[in-house]
Every structure is written in structure tokens, then in C-alpha cells.
């Protein structure tokens, strides 16, 4: 039987590059959200601060090792890096990917996510201005984005299905509308290198229900937490016991009491992972886990939160997914955390100041579990 690989999605976001200077200011990166974010509630923990690795430098081959053998420690099979091609040869923050193509270090499974998005400042409080705009302009640029491409794809270290490189679309309805050919012909240049093919999968971010067979996808990323999550959001803020009856004793005392008005949309963690179960689609299906999530240091009060959440739940989803992939007989069995290192939005695998190694500790523990019976 075949083994469960996890895959978590990598960010790169952690180095000054020119376009970020130019609209945040000089030498912003990720760690600026994340170093300046401030508690909007009582209780409410931000900053969160990294551990181990620090307010890392992604310029620094020795910090891309650090990651690598954490997570090979822990059990993650490979890194899935976001890729930013926008069309026309526009790329962003592809510099950590030829760094690590032109070193061979560190020694360590890899695949792309095509993060075919506009980015735009609606994050960031800019909502009306476009930053970078994805399009799909001529057959020369696909062509030239495949080229791009084709040295990491022989890469021996990227990861590889039935002899077709895996490659994530971010997007899969918005290319299927606006370039209906584009993966058609990228499969086409594969073959001509070379390949089998290309083992294409959608990501998370679409619905499940949408029929990827027909649109040449061989793999989903399940969409399932969010399905799980959405019908949670816009609710009051929940209150634990804990809290109404401390509230409750301050009021009786004269003392200040809790404001539960939240000013961000907040919603119960326990809640949504007892909500969430994984459905197949017509594709393989991979389900799609979330650590955490707090994105008010990049969005402020217009931010959402997973509140009451800990490791220990984590390790319930881990285990959920783990049933859902365990009777499949799939060309191969993903299991995909949303993410590695998404720092601003409080997404993240690797250890923090207050939780340590314990979502990765619970991602080990049920994952190599499984494999060990098998």
C-alpha cells in the first residue's frame, strides 16, 4: 500500500524585493505584518512570534536548510512553493526557487503552486489598487512560462507522479475561463520533454463540486475546511464558560468586564474541525488541513480568527484526514497543510513561541502512525 505524503504550501514572502519596497515601504517583507500586529481584544494573542528559527532571512541558504530537516523530522514529505507568473515574464518573489535549483540544497522534495491571482491591496487596506495582474496573454508567454519551468521540473528532487511533475493551479476556474487551452498546452510541452505528462491538481481554494476531470485536472485539493468553516463565520463571537462566569464575578466585584463585541469575526475552533469531513470528487482528492488562522496582522480588524484552537485539535483533523486516505487507491495519497510559514495569517507549521513544535508534533504522531501499519 502507498504511503501518506504530506505537502505544505510554502510562502517565499520573506525577503525585500524591489516591488514591495516601492508599495509597503523599504524592506518590507512578511515579518513586517507580523512584527507591528496588536492584541484588538483582551485575550486575543498577537504578535505571535516565531521560535526556533527566528524572523528568518529566505536569502539564507542555512535557513532553507533549517526548514528542510525540520520538516523531513517531523514527517513532511515536501515543500509546495507558491510560484508567481503573471504574464508576460512577469514573475515575483522567484528568487528562493532558483536559489535552491541553482544549489541542489537543501536535498529536498518540492512542487510549485501556480498562485494564478491578481494581487491587489484589498488585504492591506489599498482595495482599489492592483498591484500585479494575472493574465494569459499569448501562446509565446506560455511557452516561455514552461521554460521557465522545465529546469525544476528535471529536477530530481521535484516531485513527480507516474513520471508527470505535479503542479498545483491556485486558480483552476479562473485559467479555465480566461485561457480554457493553457494547461492543454503545457501538458502538450511536458510530453515533449520528456514527461508523461503533467500530474495537474486544483488547489484548495475552489469548490469541490465543479467536475476537474473535464478540465484535465488528475488531483483536488479538498476544499472541505472551508466548506466546514464558512457557515460559522458572521456568528456572535462564542463565549466559554469560563469566560461568561468571570465576567459575571467582575460585574458582581464592580470590576471592568470583557467587551465580547469582537471587533473582528472570530469563530470557534472545536466548532468547525467537529463540522469538517472530506468528500471525494471526481479527481483524486487530497484533503487540505489549516494549523491556524489569524490574518488581523495583515488586515486588522477586517481579519478573521480561528479562536480556541490548539494542537490537540489540529491532531483531530490530522486524524480525519488520515480516514479519509487510508482506504483510497489513489496514484498516490497527499495530505496538504495550509501552510508552512504563512506568518501573517497565523498559518503555520513551523514552532512559535507559544505552541512550540506541538502542530507538527501532532502531524508526526497520526501520520507515521498510519504508515507504520501499512
Not at 294 to 316: Q, V
Request: glycine share 6%; proline share 6%.
Amino acid at each position: 500500500m502507498k504511503h501518506i505524503k504530506t505537502l505544505a504550501f510554502y510562502l517565499p514572502q520573506y525577503h525585500p524585493i524591489p516591488e514591495n519596497d516601492e508599495w509597503w515601504g523599504k524592506g518590507f517583507t512578511e515579518w513586517t505584518n507580523v512584527g507591528k500586529a496588536k492584541p484588538l481584544f483582551e485575550g486575543h494573542e498577537q504578535p505571535i512570534c516565531p521560535g526556533d528559527l527566528g524572523y528568518y532571512d529566505l536569502r539564507v541558504p542555512e535557513v532553507r536548510e533549517q526548514q528542510a530537516q525540520m520538516a523531513r523530522d517531523y514527517g513532511v514529505h515536501g515543500f509546495i512553493y507558491y510560484h508567481y507568473w503573471f504574464g508576460n515574464g512577469k514573475q515575483l518573489l522567484e528568487r528562493i526557487a532558483n536559489e535552491v535549483l541553482e544549489s541542489g540544497k537543501p536535498d529536498f522534495p518540492f512542487c510549485f503552486c501556480w498562485a494564478n491571482e491578481t494581487w491587489s491591496g484589498v488585504w492591506h487596506g489599498l482595495e482599489n489598487k492592483i498591484l500585479a495582474e494575472q493574465v494569459y496573454p499569448t501562446d509565446e508567454d506560455l511557452i516561455a512560462h514552461f521554460n521557465y519551468l522545465l529546469p525544476f521540473f528535471k529536477d530530481k528532487r521535484y516531485i513527480k507522479v507516474d513520471n508527470k511533475p505535479v503542479f498545483v493551479v491556485y486558480d483552476a476556474i479562473n485559467i479555465n475561463e480566461k485561457s480554457p487551452e493553457y494547461l492543454e498546452k503545457f501538458t502538450d510541452l511536458a510530453k515533449e520533454n520528456g514527461f508523461d505528462g503533467l500530474y495537474l491538481i486544483a488547489s484548495n481554494k475552489t469548490e469541490d463540486d465543479h467536475g476537474y476531470k473535464e478540465l484535465g485536472y488528475q488531483a483536488k485539493i479538498s476544499n472541505a475546511f472551508l466548506r466546514a468553516w464558512r457557515p460559522h463565520m458572521n456568528q456572535k463571537p462564542y463565549i466559554s464558560a469560563k469566560q461568561y462566569y468571570t465576567n459575571r464575578l467582575k460585574g458582581i466585584l464592580g470590576l471592568k468586564t470583557v467587551d465580547f463585541k469582537k471587533p473582528v469575526d472570530i469563530q470557534n475552533a472545536p466548532d468547525v474541525i467537529n463540522d469538517l469531513h472530506f468528500d471525494e470528487t471526481d479527481v483524486d482528492t487530497f484533503p487540505c488541513l489549516i494549523s491556524n488562522w489569524d490574518n488581523t496582522p495583515r488586515s486588522g480588524n477586517r481579519g478573521i480568527i480561528l479562536g480556541n484552537n490548539s494542537p490537540a485539535l489540529f491532531e483531530k483533523q490530522v486524524e480525519k484526514a488520515v480516514n479519509f486516505l487510508k482506504d483510497k487507491n489513489y496514484s498516490q495519497k497527499f495530505l496538504v497543510v495550509k501552510s508552512w510559514n504563512e506568518w501573517a495569517e497565523g498559518n503555520i507549521l513551523e514552532p512559535d513561541r507559544k505552541n512550540g513544535y506541538g502542530y507538527l508534533e501532532a502531524l508526526k504522531k497520526i501520520v507515521s502512525k498510519e504508515n507504520s501499519n501499512d
